[in-house]
């Protein structure tokens, strides 16, 4: 495990603990995943490639189908399965509050990362410009290809397409500025699961099987 990967969060370390796992952790369990983190209990989602966001206040063990995950209660691990899709980390440093975002490319165009926020600022009056943003491993853009991707990625600013592949990670990042979040706040792992199979799960890179079977990279986060 990658324990506190984002540096903008460490300074938090004392409220919060983020834990990224690859292919060197092997096969990953809900349950391995929150002891690693500490964790009393765990909350998982059955990952759609939607646009839900579901308040988590006590364990989930895969029964919500939703890409988006949050809670204010301590000891509860938040884990989200990655394979190329993007893993975001949310903290609300003011509320306590810390959640998760499951970002392929399908989740960009349902609208994931705005119902995130827009959940957050409802439940707690959370303003984005106050939260601090970390983005995990994921496809980079030579990695991010489409059969047709102006047909595939309707919306999709044309300036972040170069022949058949797409740049998701600008998308991202300009949704999430979209809501209000400062660009400052955004941090980002640069490197790309489909460019080092060795050291991560990726669906596109080989590891098609391996992912179905729920080998997969994990991104998590705790409330101490």
Same mark, same amino acid.
């Given at each position: 495990?990658?324990?506190?990967?984002?540096?903008?969060?460490?300074?938090?370390?004392?409220?919060?603990?983020?834990?990224?796992?690859?292919?060197?952790?092997? @096969?990953?369990?809900? #349950?391995?995943?929150? #002891? %690693?983190?500490?964790?009393?209990?765990?909350?998982?989602?059955?990952?759609?490639?939607?646009?839900?966001?579901?308040? %988590?206040?006590?364990?989930?063990?895969?029964?919500?189908? %939703?890409?988006?995950?949050?809670?204010?209660?301590?000891? @509860?691990?938040?884990?989200?399965?990655?394979?190329?899709? #993007?893993?975001?980390?949310?903290?609300?440093?003011?509320?306590?509050?810390?959640?998760?975002?499951?970002?392929?490319?399908?989740? @960009?165009?349902?609208?994931?990362?705005? #119902?995130?926020?827009?959940?957050?600022?409802?439940?707690?009056?959370?303003?984005?410009?106050?939260?601090?943003?970390?983005?995990?491993?994921?496809?980079?853009?030579?990695?991010?290809?489409?059969?047709?991707?102006?047909?595939?990625?309707?919306?999709?600013?044309?300036?972040?397409?170069?022949?058949?592949?797409?740049?998701?990670?600008?998308? %991202?990042?300009?949704?999430?500025?979209?809501?209000?979040?400062?660009?400052?706040?955004?941090?980002?792992?640069?490197? =790309?699961?489909?460019?080092?199979?060795?050291?991560?799960?990726?669906?596109?890179?080989?590891?098609?099987?391996?992912?179905?079977?729920?080998?997969?990279?994990?991104?998590? =986060?705790?409330?101490?």
């Amino acid at each position: 495990m990658i324990s506190q990967p984002f540096s903008n969060l460490r300074p938090f370390a004392s409220k919060i603990s983020v834990g990224f796992f690859a292919k060197s952790d092997g @096969l990953i369990s809900d #349950q391995s995943v929150m #002891q %690693a983190l500490d964790g009393r209990e765990y909350a998982a989602l059955d990952q759609v490639h939607g646009s839900r966001t579901v308040l %988590a206040r006590s364990g989930l063990k895969r029964t919500e189908k %939703a890409d988006g995950l949050i809670t204010d209660q301590e000891g @509860l691990v938040l884990t989200l399965r990655i394979a190329d899709c #993007q893993p975001i980390v949310v903290y609300a440093p003011e509320a306590n509050v810390i959640g998760v975002i499951h970002a392929g490319w399908k989740g @960009l165009l349902s609208g994931v990362i705005p #119902q995130f926020f827009h959940t957050l600022q409802a439940t707690w009056d959370v303003k984005p410009e106050c939260c601090l943003v970390g983005v995990g491993p994921c496809l980079c853009t030579s990695c991010a290809e489409f059969s047709d991707p102006l047909l595939e990625l309707p919306g999709i600013p044309r300036d972040l397409l170069k022949n058949n592949t797409a740049d998701l990670r600008s998308w %991202a990042d300009r949704q999430i500025v979209s809501t209000g979040v400062r660009p400052e706040n955004i941090e980002r792992i640069p490197d =790309c699961t489909r460019c080092d199979p060795q050291t991560y799960w990726t669906y596109r890179g080989g590891d098609r099987e391996a992912v179905k079977s729920g080998r997969t990279n994990v991104m998590a =986060c705790v409330l101490k």
